[in-house]
Every structure is written in structure tokens, then in C-alpha cells.
């Protein structure tokens, strides 16, 4: 198998170490691009197995093979036109999160995708097969918690901006231009990917939502910055059968209020609560008995040798393969996409907004 880096730098360096840890049964041939001298030549000495080029475009110049797979790791307003040039190269596109930069960007790629009969995934599934939130999945399945009427899923950090608190040297963060947006696009991939796992809506309905940008004496004054720190929505996920779930989202990376985290699924029957990232591996069940409110505590780590890190290449390489996977690809991927894409619109527009699992 060929894997192609397109990116260098530090998610690229990630993803080499993960490349190492796939099943060795077949050796991966690794290349990676990168136009940064610099940055090319680092990545290289720590992976010495690497064979490197100046530009994607000559890395991707020879004939493909059916499983050849591709990365994009490079800001947000650069995975259109690559991701559309590896997938028009005969080759598998792994991209990083967020996918595109709009909703008509993720059209044109899976359309690619599937003229040329490749598959193109998104690294938003970094959090998917986790120990605790498939036990929350077999919770629904199972009925434990009756019928699900409503899920909270809120995290609220006060000074935490990628460009601003952490990855300071990454300004495009700050720039709408370059990133498509704030934290929604930012973590807002990895969120809608893990609740609409869960759920698995037919449609979502984004009744209401907002952004705002509150304003620090930290705030970067010699670059863009017009992203939201901030962002809320009521959504309505409509289920097979009819049935439906009211979702009320919160995602702030800068706040005045309180920080905490909230993610908790209410039923009939009972409610659990549990963090789908790093926070704990706590899972809180909460249901009746005898008239008082019985509580459950499991704790449920992650085992195993492919961290959240590792996932999105192991998953992307199984799914390739041909084998079960967890891989979030063409028509999901770009549905998980479309549901950040809505929430935009809907906050700008004031008008609800309707995204249908079928984007084609």
C-alpha cells in the first residue's frame, strides 16, 4: 500500500506515527509533500522511511493503484482543490477537519469521489469506537433508556482559541477566510460526527441557532479576526419510524459566562451522562427505582494500541481494505458536514434550516 502526505507539519506528523502502528502484515510505502523547506526536511529526519516532495502535484504525478490512499493535512482552505486533485489522481482522500469550506465544496467532492469510484473520508471520526460511547450506542439500541426525547451536548471554555491560546502561530485559524469559521468548525466536526453516529437522523432540522464573538484584551490585533468564539443551536434530528430527538448544542472556545461541560441523553426510562472526548471515562446512568432516582457509575477507558489520534487513517485503511470500520466517508461525511454548514445559515439568516442525509 502507498500512503500519500500531503502536509507536513504537525497533524502530518501524527498521522506518520499512526501509519507505523497499521497491521504489518503489508508494508505502507510512505511519501509526503510539503512546500515549506523547512518543515519538509524535520518531518523527514523523524521519519527517515518518508520519500518527500516540494509540491502534492508531482508526489501524485504517478500512476495510481486501486488501494493508494491520500491525506490532506493542510488548513481548511486548501482541502478542496487538493483533496479534488487526489481524488481525480485515482486515489482514496482521507481529509482533515473541518472537510471544505462550504456546503457546495463537499458536494463537488463527493461527486468526484464517486465519478472516479474512490472514497473520501474526514479525520472527524477521531472519537468514534471509543469504549464508553459505544456503550452509550447499545443503550439506545437496547431500549434501556425508553424513547430519547432530548439530548444536551454543551461544552463552554472560557479562553481556549486555537491562533489566540494554543497553536498562536496558526492565525489563519482566526481568519474565516482560510478556516471556514470559529470553534464550530474548529470542534463542531468531531461533535455532529459523534451525535449523529449516535442518533443516525434520517434528516436534522436546525430550528434556531447563534455565534458571537466576545471580546478579550488577549484579541490578536495585527491579523484577521472575524470568527466566532461561540456558538449555539436547537436542532430537531428526525429518526427512522417518524420518531424524533430535540438536540441543544453549545460549543464556546471563549466565554465570559461559566465554563463546564454538559453531554447527557434524557429518556422515558432514564438518562446517561458521559464525555465523548478526554475529560473522564465516567459513564453516569441515571433511572427509577421504587419512586427515587437510582444512579450508576461505570467507568469505561480506552483500551487498545490506536489512540483518537491514530483512528482516522486506521479506520480510512480497514474501510479500504474492505473491512469493518468506523470510517466516516462520502455521503456521511459530507452530511456532518452540511449540519455545521446549516448552523451557519441559520444564525445569519434567521431562517430554520433542513439538512437531508441525501446531499445528492
Known amino acids: 500500500m502507498r500512503i500519500y502526505l500531503i502536509g507536513a507539519g504537525v497533524i502530518g506528523r501524527y498521522h506518520a506515527e499512526a501509519i507505523r502502528k497499521l497491521p504489518a502484515g503489508e508494508p505502507v510505502e510512505l511519501k509526503a509533500a510539503d512546500p515549506n523547506v523547512q518543515a519538509l526536511a524535520a518531518f523527514t529526519e523523524t521519519f527517515p522511511e518518508a520519500k518527500s516532495y516540494s509540491d502534492a502535484r508531482s508526489m501524485l504525478a504517478e500512476p495510481a493503484r486501486e488501494d493508494d490512499i491520500v491525506i490532506v493535512g493542510t488548513p481548511p482552505f486548501t482541502h478542496f482543490e487538493l483533496s479534488r486533485m487526489a481524488l481525480e489522481s485515482g486515489r482514496h482522500v482521507l481529509c482533515e477537519k473541518p472537510l471544505v469550506m462550504n456546503g457546495q465544496e463537499a458536494k463537488v467532492l463527493l461527486e468526484t469521489a464517486k465519478r472516479h469510484n474512490r472514497m473520501l473520508g474526514c479525520c472527524s471520526d477521531r472519537f468514534l469506537g471509543l ?95 472575524d470568527v466566532e468564539g461561540h456558538v449555539g443551536a436547537m436542532l430537531k434530528y428526525c429518526l427512522a419510524g417518524g420518531k424524533s430527538v430535540w438536540v441543544q448544542y453549545e460549543r464556546a472556545s471563549c ?97 430554520p434550516q433542513t439538512v437531508p442525509h441525501s446531499v445528492l
Open 131 to 225: 469504549c464508553k460511547t459505544e456503550e452509550i450506542k447499545s443503550m439506545l439500541h437496547s431500549q434501556t433508556l425508553g424513547e430519547v426525547y432530548k439530548v444536551t451536548f454543551v461544552y463552554r471554555n472560557q479562553r481556549a482559541r486555537a491562533g489566540v491560546e494554543y497553536q498562536k502561530e496558526s492565525k489563519w485559524f482566526l481568519d474565516r477566510a482560510k478556516s471556514a469559521g470559529g470553534i464550530l468548525m474548529d470542534w463542531g466536526p468531531y461533535d455532529f460526527t459523534v451525535l449523529n453516529d449516535l442518533l443516525q437522523p434520517e434528516s436534522i432540522e436546525v430550528a434556531a441557532a447563534w455565534t458571537s464573538k466576545p471580546v478579550t484584551q488577549a484579541d490578536p490585533a495585527d491579523t484577521t479576526y
Open 255 to 351: 466565554t465570559h459566562g461559566e465554563p463546564y461541560h454538559h453531554v447527557e441523553l434524557e429518556g422515558t426510562l432514564g438518562a446517561v451522562k458521559w464525555s465523548p472526548y478526554f475529560e473522564t471515562d465516567q459513564i453516569d446512568y441515571k433511572r427509577d427505582k421504587e419512586g427515587q432516582v437510582e444512579t450508576t457509575e461505570n467507568l469505561m477507558a480506552h483500551n487498545g494500541p490506536f489512540t483518537v489520534m491514530d483512528h482516522p487513517i486506521y479506520y480510512f485503511y480497514l474501510k479500504v481494505k474492505g473491512l469493518d470500520s468506523q470510517a466516516t466517508i462520502n455521503e456521511q461525511a459530507v452530511f456532518n458536514f452540511q449540519c455545521l454548514q446549516a448552523i451557519y445559515d441559520c444564525a445569519e439568516s434567521g431562517t
